[in-house]
């Protein structure tokens, strides 16, 4: 096969991907082997990929891949969650451009039109991970709304409602006006915004000049007002006390009742009781027994209630009211005033605290097993600083409120009949059937015809009307797409489940991985994973959140065209810490791309050689170290795998690769300019070559699989591909051979820089002295030297060589005897230079080890570490010192 001299991702990513699902490498079945399993977080059917999914989605393509070609069963099940809200605003916004209102037709003509969109669009997301090389079992794809997915919600549902862990009842919940939904606290955004504070004047009732001020920021909401509040202890208001006041423009004559609730610093230290719009002013009025008047539509328009600018939007209102108050003489002043606000994570709305008929779930007794879990280690959150935010939510769980007033979603399986009795059941021939058992119970022996009675009752019963929160779905996830709850006995779900790993982000570690957790101990008694990888957020240069709003996030299918998709994935892990944001930069991904060059050109360059048959392999102690460097770095990259350092484990392969093999290794064993190899050598560089590729293929799956099957390592059959090829392990590693090479490394690297301070061209060979100080045999080691630093002859010598270019590697002392015309005063310029260098150095060293406390809170290896600083930059300064009064 030749091969093209660039490298060309765009010809190479089809063809393998292609490859890979038409011999179903990505496809598991249960079997005998070692299962490892991971379940996508199901991404919105409404999204596209972003640079988060970018980030998500290839760090868990990589651990599906090591584990699929460490010989395990790899099982990587991808799908889409319905989201609820989202989806529906999308369809709602579809019928609009079609002339359609969503309140003039039925929930089924609606449903129809969603589901048309979900096939439509849907899927668009699934498609672009495989651009990006996503290795999942597409044959495994699953849909959150799908029959035995929205079969176990209700039937969830069911089994907990069944345990009184499901109620129904009027609360104070997050409201949204434009979703026009309950959304969850964890749904709830808290921006800072800058508002202002309105300071309204209520006449005091029985008096006609006599005022009290109340600070708020929502004059739209006073004619909801029930009570104003003081605190007691406020001597301010102690005229006040049993009073009455009157609520500007409506003229409506509300009592001022006490609580030390009320803070008298803030404001005027008056607070105005708002039951109906304010989760706090809702306690008071309860505490108080105070009326509640709900003033505002579900869209967050006025309603009749508020008597005045009905039908006005909530902030329009403000506007308006603020001026009608101006008017009256009603508003004092108007202050700037930063505050917290909630928005919906879903649409951006101002969120409102609304009181509401709604379906909770109590939490308490499911959070502790899913706090234990984490906590004795069953569950490890990576990295483990997520712990304590894990556990104070845990331990300071709310009830859920886990119904929507949508019609997109699993409807709520709950039953009313003409009277408002109701029931929970799964179906309406099911709730009859409890109907029934509830009037035998209420009539005891009473002779009624069951038959009839279901008959009659039937054309009464209505299912209710709002469907169950998307992560009431979502937190079943990891037990439904094996149907665990269909048939928790079957095979699949016997063998995959609990699961291996799972990648998602920390800002749903509460809303959703926690749910899993008390799902998973919940409805199958076992924890749903054993592993939480948390990534970080990705972020521009500035450090600001990726966002379309923003405008700064760049177009991810843009970056795979113009990168590459090993580009781009290498760019992002380079750069992603677990836990940590990632700053991310065009440039990485460029660093990426340059890297696939790399090593396309080092193939290459192994390919073009010549083997001559009759050549000895002069090359045995570069292959020997290379052997050991490779098993070196593979124990760094597995210990990194380990913690899930995957950023680091690819910054130690591409430092292995790049320096390791490309810069040193071939540089050693290359022959001259269109000469020949030997036999040996070749074969050697073939084999560690096809190492290397293996070893980066869960990192670069599409290049590597190409190299892979270039004719140069033989006949590959069908199935012989990279991507189930056996990842490497390590083997010994000869770790003082190791120290030697560096020092090696080191040599060279000194006489290169001899050479370039002084402008000595590169092809002038150049004489060696070498005093041993240490135990490095350099005679195993000269051929290296004399190919990469081209020196003309080493030899050993008992005393220092004078007037010669000198410098220490290690304990060593290296001399080159330079032709006569070189500048005598540029080199002792030179030497002076690293003689100061090193005296400052020893200098900060000698304060660190003259500290009292550094040497008795540091750990002994860096107290040790400290010390061998010191003797290393005492035995160069004196080396140095010799060289000077040599010169």
Not at 451 to 458: A, C, E, N, P, Y
Not at 738 to 761: D, H, M, P, Y
Request: with cysteine.
């Amino acid at each position: 096969m030749s091969i093209a001299t660039k490298y060309n991702p765009q010809e190479t990513e089809e063809k393998w991907y292609s490859y890979w699902l038409e011999k179903r490498f990505f496809h598991s079945e249960p079997d005998e082997r070692e299962p490892y399993t991971i379940v996508i977080p199901p991404p919105n059917v409404t999204g596209v990929l972003h640079m988060g999914h970018m980030l998500n989605n290839t760090i868990q393509d990589v651990l599906v891949r090591k584990a699929r070609m460490q010989g395990k069963n790899a099982c990587w099940v991808p799908g889409t969650d319905h989201a609820s809200i989202a989806t529906e605003a999308k369809v709602v916004a579809m019928l609009k451009e079609k002339g359609i209102n969503k309140k003039d037709i039925s929930r089924e003509e609606f449903l129809k039109y969603a589901w048309e969109w979900k096939e439509k669009y849907g899927g668009i997301i699934l498609e672009q991970l495989k651009k990006l090389g996503a290795s999942c079992d597409w044959d495994r794809t699953r849909f959150t709304m799908e029959e035995d997915l929205s079969e176990a919600v209700i039937d969830s549902f069911i089994h907990l409602y069944k345990k009184g862990w499901i109620y129904r009842g009027v609360r104070m919940i997050n409201w949204d006006p434009a979703g026009k939904t309950a959304v969850s606290d964890e749904e709830v955004i808290r921006k800072e915004v800058n508002q202002k504070l309105y300071y309204i004047k209520y006449l005091i009732s029985g008096t006609t000049d006599q005022f009290l001020t109340i600070a708020t920021t929502r004059p739209e909401t006073i004619m909801a007002d029930s009570a104003i509040c003081i605190n007691p202890n406020d001597e301010r208001f102690a005229h006040l006390k049993g009073k009455k006041v009157f609520v500007p423009l409506v003229n409506h004559e509300i009592p001022v009742i006490e609580d030390e609730y009320v803070d008298i610093e803030f404001g005027t230290g008056c607070l105005k009781v708002t039951p109906a719009h304010d989760l706090n002013d809702y306690e008071l009025g309860i505490k108080h027994n105070l009326p509640v008047t709900d003033i505002l539509n579900d869209d967050g328009t006025l309603n009749e209630l508020a008597v005045i600018l009905v039908g006005e939007d909530r902030f329009v209102a403000r506007k308006k009211i603020a001026k009608m108050l101006e008017e009256a003489g009603h508003l004092e002043k108007v202050e700037d005033y930063k505050s917290q606000v909630g928005f919906s994570e879903r649409t951006d709305a101002a969120i409102e605290p609304k009181l509401s008929m709604q379906w909770f779930v109590k939490m308490k007794e499911m959070a502790q097993p899913a706090l234990d879990d984490v906590l004795n280690g069953e569950v490890n959150l990576i990295p483990n600083k997520f712990e304590n935010t894990y556990r104070h939510w845990m331990e300071n769980v709310r009830d859920w409120n886990i119904s929507r007033q949508l019609w997109w979603g699993q409807r709520i399986p709950a039953w009313y009949d003409d009277k408002g009795n109701w029931v929970v059941a799964k179906t309406k021939d099911e709730a009859l059937e409890e109907f029934w058992k509830k009037k035998n119970l209420d009539q005891i022996g009473a002779e009624t015809d069951k038959v009839g009675f279901k008959h009659q009752l039937s054309g009464f019963v209505k299912q209710d009307e709002d469907v169950m929160d998307t992560w009431f779905s979502s937190w079943l996830w990891p037990i439904s797409v094996f149907d665990g709850f269909k048939n928790p006995e079957n095979k699949d779900f016997n063998y995959y489940y609990p699961t291996n790993d799972l990648v998602t982000a920390p800002e749903i570690l509460f809303f959703w991985v926690a749910r899993m957790i008390m799902a998973g101990r919940e409805f199958t008694g076992k924890k749903p994973f054993t592993n939480v990888y948390l990534t970080g957020i990705v972020r521009d240069k500035l450090g600001r959140k990726m966002s379309k709003s923003l405008g700064n996030s760049p177009d991810p299918i843009g970056l795979i065209d113009k990168y590459g998709a090993d580009g781009v994935r290498v760019g992002m892990l380079m750069s992603s810490p677990a836990g940590n944001d990632l700053m991310f930069d065009e440039a990485y991904c460029e660093q990426g791309r340059n890297f696939a060059n790399k090593i396309w050109n080092a193939f290459r360059l192994v390919k073009g050689w010549e083997v001559d048959e009759n050549l000895e392999n002069a090359n045995q102690q570069a292959m020997v170290w290379f052997e050991n460097r490779f098993n070196e770095a593979l124990t760094d990259i597995e210990a990194d795998f380990k913690q899930y350092r995957l950023s680091e484990a690819l910054t130690t392969t591409y430092k292995l690769v790049w320096d390791d093999f490309c810069a040193w290794y071939l540089e050693m064993v290359k022959p001259a300019y269109q000469q020949p190899i030997d036999a040996a050598t070749k074969q050697a560089t073939i084999q560690y070559f096809e190492r290397v590729l293996r070893l980066l293929h869960p990192f670069m799956p599409f290049l590597t699989e190409e190299l892979y099957h270039d004719e140069l390592f033989g006949t590959r059959s069908e199935l012989d591909c990279c991507i189930v090829a056996a990842y490497p392990v390590v083997e010994s590693v000869d770790a003082a051979l190791l120290k030697e090479a560096e020092l090696i490394k080191g040599l060279v690297s000194e006489i290169r820089n001899v050479r370039n301070t002084r402008q000595i061209s590169p092809k002038e060979a150049l004489p060696l002295s070498i005093k041993v100080n240490s135990e490095v045999n350099y005679k195993n080691w000269l051929n290296i030297v004399y190919k990469l630093a081209n020196v003309s002859e080493a030899k050993l010598v008992e005393d220092k060589v004078t007037g010669a270019a000198s410098f220490m590697v290690g304990k060593d002392e290296f001399f080159i005897q330079l032709s006569e015309n070189v500048d005598l005063a540029a080199e002792k310029e030179r030497l002076t230079k690293e003689l100061e260098y090193l005296q400052g150095f020893l200098k900060s060293v000698d304060a660190k080890l003259g500290n009292e406390r550094f040497v008795q809170n540091a750990k002994p290896e860096i107290i040790a570490n400290e010390r061998n600083k010191k003797a290393d930059a005492e035995s160069k300064i004196a080396t140095i010192k010799e060289s000077l009064a040599g010169l």
